[in-house]
């Protein structure tokens, strides 16, 4: 019998997951464990998947349905205030999952009240995390005050008593690490991502991306995706962008992504809009390469203190599309080929100047595509999950 994984999630975005059963199967694909379930279904035979989901916001006590080969249960939750979601019935139903499979539990987040239960109630279980920029209560603790400094401390007390019951941490920012052995000294980890399907990111000419794009063909281009919010330092893109352009006018600013103007996070939209950027909204998945592929340069600013993302998304699609990137979350990069795709700049003055090197030095770069297909792809990245699959099955003599 094939050894079972069961992907554990909970509804992080209420806006986003349906509330009920849709002939997309939507409600039970969407979010983290979804992605994950798909990715290491198609790539890993040896294994059979499952994701769980806690959700406070749907109709009925639960549901299951098989898609794709994947079973999947919605468990309704109660949501603890300050804390998060509760079931018992999920929490009863796994550990007799636990005892009579022995699955290896993945949870799709680490400092969370889901992850907290999970490593507390079944602490003789295979449990793995995986982290996705979410910040440490010690973090919290440190850098906060009021309420969120004393949910902090409870979220400090009960990592203190159940890290050292996870066996792996997959973590998507060095940053992360001095945070992680806080509470589990001996924790065992490597740096992860959630990979990319790199096939969706087409490559085509670069004048025929802007032509297709309605950009014009003399314009050198500057390309965040994203939300227009704070914690992406979308103002400080926009100045360096006013002021390169004050001497280089062909340079410009192009914001893709983002909600309409007044949404939540979208608190630099006026500001974008009185400087004459380029705010092209939502895109298509499928058409967003065609922005990558007209872009000289893809910005990603990441010198917040309270950022632990990692490489991002973003940044390795542009790599895909044969566009360089200027950010310095790519000292997460997982490959040893940083310095032929990429810059790096450790301030806002070094930022300027990478940018510029690279609007005007764009054949310094090479690469690209072929290094995300090598690190990324998503069967490397199932792999990778597959041989930390491995460690914790050896571990367990299983």
């Known amino acids: 019998m094939k050894q079972k994984i069961i992907i554990l999630c909970y509804n992080y975005e209420l806006s986003q997951f349906p ?28 294994y059979t998947f499952e994701v769980w989901r806690l959700d406070g916001n749907i109709k009925k006590k639960y549901y299951e349905k098989s898609v794709d080969n994947i079973t999947y249960k919605i468990f309704k939750a109660f949501h603890i205030k300050k804390l998060g979601l509760f ?12 005892k009579l499979f022995k699955p290896i539990l993945f949870i ?33 603790y440190k850098n906060t005050s009021g309420l969120r400094k004393i949910k902090a401390l409870l979220g400090i007390a009960a990592e203190k008593l159940v890290m050292k019951n996870i066996d792996y941490f997959l973590l998507c920012d060095y940053k992360q690490v001095p945070y992680i052995k806080k509470p589990a000294p001996d924790a065992e980890w490597i740096l992860f991502s959630s990979g ?52 280089h006018p062909e340079i410009e ?80 990069y997982l490959g040893n080929n940083a310095e032929e795709i990429c810059e790096m700049p450790e301030s806002l003055p070094e930022y300027q100047n990478a940018i510029f090197k690279v609007l005007y030095n764009h054949g310094e770069y090479k690469n690209m595509r072929e290094s995300v297909e090598k690190y990324y792809s998503y069967n ?10 491995k460690k914790v099955l050896n571990k367990y003599k299983i």
């Open 108 to 140: 799709v987040h680490t400092h969370n009240f889901q992850t907290y239960q999970i490593a507390f109630f079944l602490k003789k279980a295979m449990i793995i995390t995986t982290h996705h920029g979410d910040w440490s209560p010690y973090f919290v």
């Open 253 to 332: 600013l192009l914001l893709v992504g983002n909600e309409p103007k007044g949404s939540w996070g979208e608190e630099y939209y006026d500001l974008a809009e009185s400087y004459g950027a380029n705010i092209i909204g939502r895109v298509l998945n499928n058409e967003l390469y065609k922005y990558y592929c007209a872009a000289d340069v893809y910005v990603l600013i990441a010198l917040r203190e309270d950022n632990f993302g990692g490489t991002g998304i973003a940044p390795l699609e542009s790599l895909a599309c044969n566009t360089p990137v200027v950010s310095n979350s790519m000292k997460n």
């Open 19 to 46: 509330t009920e059963p849709d002939l997309e199967n939507r409600f039970f694909t969407y979010g983290f464990g979804g992605t994950f379930g798909k990715l290491f279904a198609s790539h890993l035979d040896n």
């Open 87 to 98: 079931s018992w019935k999920f929490i009863k139903t796994l550990k007799n999952e636990v």
């Open 196 to 247: 990319l399907d790199v096939d969706k990111f087409k490559v085509i000419n670069k004048s025929q991306a802007k032509e297709q794009l309605g950009l014009k063909d003399s314009a050198k281009y500057i390309l965040y995706v994203g939300k227009l919010y704070k914690y992406k330092q979308v103002e400080e893109l926009l100045n360096i962008w006013k002021d390169l352009k004050q001497k």
């Open 380 to 389: 490397v990245t199932a792999n990778r999950a597959d041989e930390i699959f």
